[in-house]
C-alpha cells in the first residue's frame, strides 16, 4: 500500500535561508509524487508532481523536489525563504488504483525576518 | 486554467440540520471528484470518490448515509452532511480531476460549524 511520512511537523527557518522540508514514501509500485501547499483556512495548491520523468522537478514560487529511488524520498527544497513561504506543505502520494491521494501529515514551515 | 470552487466558503447550522456544499470545476470538464475532511493542523483525509453519473466509493469509516454525495454533472459535485452534529464540523475540501491519472485540483475548503 502507498503511503507517505513526513519528518518534521514543524520547521523553522529565518527569510533567505535554505527550505528543506523532508519525505520519504511507500510504494508498491512506481509512485506519483506530489507536493501541496495549503494557506490558512484556504484549499491546496500544487507545487510541483513527480511522475517517473526527470528525477529533479522544478515548481512554482522557486520550489523543486527531488525523486531519489534508493531512499525512497522526495524532499522539497527552495533556496532562499520568503516571508510568503509560510504555510502548511503536504507531501502526497497517488494510490495504486492510480486515483486519490494519499497525504502525509503535513509540515508547517515558519519563516522569521 | 483547471479552477475549481466551493460554495459556501464557511457555514454555521444548528446541530441535527443538513448542509450541502457545492464543488465546480469551472472550466474543465472534471470526469472525477474527491471530497476531503481535515481537523485542524491535520493532514487530509480522503472521504469519499465520485464519478460523474455513478453512485460514490466511500472510504472505510465514512457513512455513506450520513455524507450524501452527488455527482449530477461534470462540472458539479455535491456534499450533503445530513442531521449534523457538532462532532462535524470541520474544513471540507474537494478536488477534482480531468481524467485518470491526471493531476488533482483542489478547491477552497468549506469551514464547516455545527452548533
Known amino acids: 500500500a502507498q503511503s507517505v511520512t513526513q519528518l518534521g511537523s514543524h520547521v523553522s527557518v529565518s527569510e533567505g535561508a535554505l527550505v528543506l522540508l523532508r519525505c520519504n514514501y511507500s510504494s508498491s509500485v512506481p509512485p506519483y509524487l506530489f507536493w501541496y501547499v495549503q494557506y490558512p483556512n484556504q484549499g491546496l495548491q500544487l507545487l510541483l508532481k513527480y511522475t517517473s520523468a526527470a528525477t529533479l522537478v522544478k515548481g512554482i514560487n522557486g520550489f523543486e523536489a527531488e525523486f531519489k529511488k534508493s531512499e525512497t524520498s522526495f524532499h522539497l527544497t527552495k533556496p532562499s525563504a520568503h516571508m510568503s513561504d509560510a504555510a502548511e506543505y503536504f507531501c502526497a502520494v497517488r494510490n495504486q488504483a492510480g486515483t486519490a491521494l494519499i497525504f502525509g501529515k503535513g509540515t508547517t514551515l515558519s519563516v522569521s525576518s | 486554467g483547471a479552477v475549481v470552487s466551493q460554495h459556501p466558503s464557511r457555514v454555521i447550522c444548528k446541530s441535527g440540520t443538513s448542509v450541502k456544499i457545492e464543488c465546480r470545476s469551472l472550466d474543465f470538464q472534471a470526469t472525477t471528484m474527491f471530497w476531503y475532511r481535515q481537523f485542524p493542523k491535520q493532514s487530509l483525509m480522503l472521504m469519499a470518490t465520485?464519478?460523474?453519473?455513478?453512485?460514490?466509493?466511500?472510504e472505510q469509516g465514512v457513512e455513506k448515509d450520513k455524507f450524501l454525495i452527488n455527482h449530477a454533472s461534470l462540472t458539479l459535485s455535491t456534499l450533503t452532511v445530513t442531521s449534523a452534529h457538532p462532532e462535524d464540523s470541520s474544513f471540507y475540501i474537494c478536488?477534482?480531476?480531468?481524467?485518470?491519472?491526471?493531476?488533482?485540483?483542489f478547491g477552497p475548503g468549506t469551514r464547516l460549524t455545527v452548533l
Open positions: 465520485s464519478n460523474e453519473g455513478s453512485k460514490a466509493t466511500y
Open positions: 478536488s477534482a480531476m480531468r481524467g485518470t491519472g491526471d493531476t488533482q485540483y
